[in-house]
RNA sequence: CGGGAUGUGGCUCAGUUUGGUAGAGCGCUGCGUUCGGGACGCAGAGGUCGUGAGUUCGAAUCUCGCCAUCCCGACCA
């Protein structure tokens, strides 16, 4: 019995679960820095993946890639008021550029001679180094749009961090845009949003998301609005999985970014940003994992087969290592990602317990009675169902078995949360729908539109409102009401959930 | 920053009450036997018991300080 495959059930203790997951399935680990994790290859793999999809959607939908500096001048993070406040509690501040040996003591210190005449922040976001900027390369309204994207990471000074779902460093995309028009901003943001993020969940991750618009409470600090993409995970609570924001000219009045329009008059820009994170990875891993360790849809997969070959002696292991890598040659060849698993110490069994915990979509069992019948056993992670493929047929089943396991899993992943969506209309119901530990799923109610009730109702249930929704979830759901605290009049249900 | 808990081989923990010089399981290394759902035997390696001071002939164990981590709250992609 090896400790080391097994982890908490869901039922037992959901966080716990997730924890012992990331960690078991070799994706994170702890760092020796507080909050911050390591990104190990199987799970960086999987970043890559997401990041390679993700950035042919931003190539395709006309932006282009650069990199901005990873320190801010505190001064810069002064300039757009709302900004400071959503986030100068959470930022890391660099204030020496040299250390000493300590006179009084053994070790090193900051050399207090080496001190900054100007602190630098660890960057939050890179609204403020992006826009100080942009106000040198754009002067007409032929510089514009510019649409830039960059690929780095934020460091945002976290009370309580999870692997991958909060971590005080995280990886990420970061898109800032700038535009002539409100209305071509606001195109820009929802372009993002559909054609990218959405998308991206729904075809990439296998995950349905709700695409909305953030109450004024939730916004990003500084955006004149927020669109949201939400999921919803198997704990039923909700999780923001990207965010695309209007920034209206917010930041170009801070940074003094304007441009000559085309009838010579001097105007602000309209600017945009969005982004996504390291986030994606955890959202994954809670809507689609089960208690045997990561289920992941095959286009994210770092390994979307694995083939365990069968055998002791050295015939028979000659024979079955030889048929499996010539397997693994024919299904690279169809560009599917394989990993012939030829250790000789590890038990079939144990390969197998291996490499579901670790989210293999598919995995073929090649021994000496295989070859002999001309037949392979081959299972699905998803569903555990175990089907016999004649030799001839494994690398198209294998082939049917990647887009199969793909759509099996939004399929499910969608009943999941449609099963999990109600409507409420009463004070009561909406307590005892947040009145246990976890969530609630989504909880579409209405809300008389005003931050002080939005306020009152998490105070009271911990239910925030997760976003409105840009399209209905049903067409009732746009219909005049009275909203569930206040009894005021409503014009839309909203909704409710318990965020992660 | 409040409230609670915990620090002992790589991991999970026992030993602390009643002080006597460190243990188990898993993992790791080697050899042999095994291989179709978590294999087994034998032989090994590996620990300044978080840290500093104190009490004592003697401290993982008792006392005080410090540090770190985890859980629960306030903050958050």
Redesign the pocket.
């Known amino acids: 019995?090896?400790?080391?495959?097994?982890?908490t059930s869901r039922e037992t203790n959901y966080?716990e679960w997730y924890?012992e997951l990331v960690l078991k399935a070799d994706l994170a680990d702890?760092s020796a820095?507080?909050?911050c994790m390591v990104i190990k290859p199987h799970g960086y793999a999987l970043w890559e993946l997401m990041q390679r999809a993700l950035d042919d959607m931003f190539k395709a939908t006309g932006h282009v890639n650069a990199y901005f500096p990873l320190f801010i001048p505190r001064s810069f993070m002064e300039k757009e008021a709302e900004h400071v406040e959503?986030f100068a509690?959470?930022c890391a501040v660099v204030t020496h550029h040299r250390l000493k040996a300590n006179p009084n003591g053994p070790g090193l210190i900051p050399d207090p001679d080496a001190k900054l005449e100007e602190e630098l922040i660890v960057r939050p976001t890179s609204e403020t180094v992006i826009w100080n900027t942009y106000s040198k390369w754009i002067q007409s309204y032929r510089d514009l749009p510019l649409l830039i994207n960059q690929w780095a990471n934020v460091v945002?000074w976290?009370?309580?961090?999870?692997l991958?779902?909060?971590?005080?460093e995280?990886l990420?995309q970061e898109g800032h845009t700038a535009h002539e028009t409100y209305e071509e901003a606001e195109e820009e943001a929802l372009t993002i949003l559909n054609e990218c993020y959405a998308r991206f969940c729904e075809e990439w991750m296998a995950t349905p998301v709700l695409k909305g618009i953030k109450s004024k409470n939730?916004q990003?600090?500084g955006a004149d609005h927020t669109y949201?993409i939400e999921a919803l995970t198997q704990d039923l609570r909700v999780?923001?999985?990207?965010?695309s924001h209007h920034l209206g000219q917010n930041f170009a009045k801070a940074f003094d970014t304007k441009f000559v329009d085309r009838d010579n008059t001097l105007k602000y820009v309209y600017a945009t940003s969005w982004?996504v994170?390291?986030?994606l990875v955890?959202t994954l891993i809670m809507v689609h994992s089960d208690d045997?360790g990561f289920v992941c849809p095959p286009k994210l997969a770092p390994f979307q087969v694995v083939i365990v070959p069968?055998?002791?002696?050295e015939e028979t292991?000659a024979k079955?290592v030889g048929a499996s890598e010539e397997f693994a040659a024919q299904l690279k060849a169809k560009g599917i990602r394989v990993k012939v698993d030829k250790r000789?110490?590890?038990?079939?069994?144990?390969k197998?317990?291996?490499w579901?915990?670790r989210g293999v979509p598919v995995?073929i069992?090649?021994?000496?009675?295989?070859?002999?019948s001309g037949a392979?056993?081959i299972?699905r992670r998803d569903t555990?169902e175990?089907t016999t493929v004649a030799l001839a047929e494994v690398v198209a089943h294998c082939e049917m078995l990647m887009t199969d396991i793909q759509s099996a899993l939004l399929a499910r992943a969608t009943a999941f949360r449609d099963a999990n969506t109600k409507r409420v209309d009463t004070w009561a119901e909406f307590e005892a729908a947040f009145s246990g530990e976890g969530g609630a799923g989504f909880v579409v109610a209405h809300w008389d539109g005003t931050p002080e009730t939005e306020e009152l109702i998490a105070e009271k249930t911990?239910a925030t409102i997760r976003c409105i929704p840009l399209e209905p979830l049903l067409p009732s759901d746009n219909e005049p009401g009275v909203c569930i605290l206040t009894g005021k009049p409503s014009a839309r249900r909203v909704v409710f959930g318990k965020?992660?």
């Not at 976290?158 to 999870?162: A, C, D, L, S, V």
């Not at 991958?164 to 005080?168: A, E, I, M, V």
């Not at 000789?344 to 144990?350: Q, R, V, W």
């Open positions: 019995m090896s400790s080391n495959l097994g982890i966080s924890n702890h820095v507080r909050g959503g509690k959470e945002r976290e009370m309580r961090t999870r991958f779902l909060r971590t005080s995280f990420w939730e990003f600090p949201c999780i923001q999985a990207g965010t982004g994170s390291t986030r955890g045997k069968m055998g002791r002696d292991r079955t000789e110490k590890e038990s079939p069994g144990f197998y317990n291996y579901e915990l995995r069992e090649l021994g000496p009675r295989d070859l002999d392979l056993p299972s555990g175990k911990k965020a992660y």
